[in-house]
């Protein structure tokens, strides 16, 4: 192959400022863009977040959370107009609860999965970039009490899968 042409686009920059409700730690958050196959992680200097390389032109997404805070995800036509945007992100609802074995002894080491709410999956994102970090926040494992946790769920219907140490498939519990 001979006089191969490459065309590299040209890449912006965006400054977006993140806004968080009173009682929330800045340091804790995460925030990342996302742009038709592209993902670039953002650290927060202040209440501003920084991304350097992506494509002016194209659609995108910025998903921001942090412990105390459900996944808000904003999405613009352009890096123009998201530059300077101003990102809320609000605290959500813990969710605690118990797993017990059908004798009503606690099941310790049990993996919790929380699905539902709100789904942080533009159009335009390619369905093979999963948001991992997300993802992860949403398994917890039980206590020797069988006892979990999950520090902020957003408004909505969730299911529960669970699956103790050892038993296959999971059990799920939906609609709560």
Request: a negative charge; hydrophobic letters at 45%; aromatic letters at 4%.
């Amino acid at each position: 192959v001979n006089d191969i042409e490459l065309q590299l686009e040209p890449t912006a920059r965006l400054t977006v400022t993140v806004v968080p409700e009173v009682g929330i730690e800045p340091s804790s958050m995460q925030v990342v863009a996302l742009q038709a196959g592209h993902r670039e992680a953002a650290a927060l200097s202040g209440p501003a977040a920084s991304f350097r390389s992506l494509a002016p032109n194209k659609p995108l997404a910025i998903v921001l959370w942090s412990k105390e805070c459900p996944p808000a995800q904003y999405s613009f036509d352009s890096v123009s107009e998201a530059q300077g945007a101003a990102l809320r992100l609000e605290p959500g609802e813990p969710l605690v609860g118990r797993v017990l074995r059908a004798d009503l002894t606690p099941c310790a080491q049990a993996a919790v999965l929380v699905e539902g709410g709100p789904d942080i999956e533009p159009p335009f994102v390619r369905a093979s970039m999963p948001l991992l970090d997300i993802a992860e926040a949403r398994i917890v494992r039980t206590d020797a009490d069988g006892r979990f946790r999950f520090d902020a769920l957003r408004e909505g219907e969730h299911t529960l899968r669970v699956r103790p140490v050892g038993v296959v498939p999971p059990e799920a519990f939906p609609d709560l």
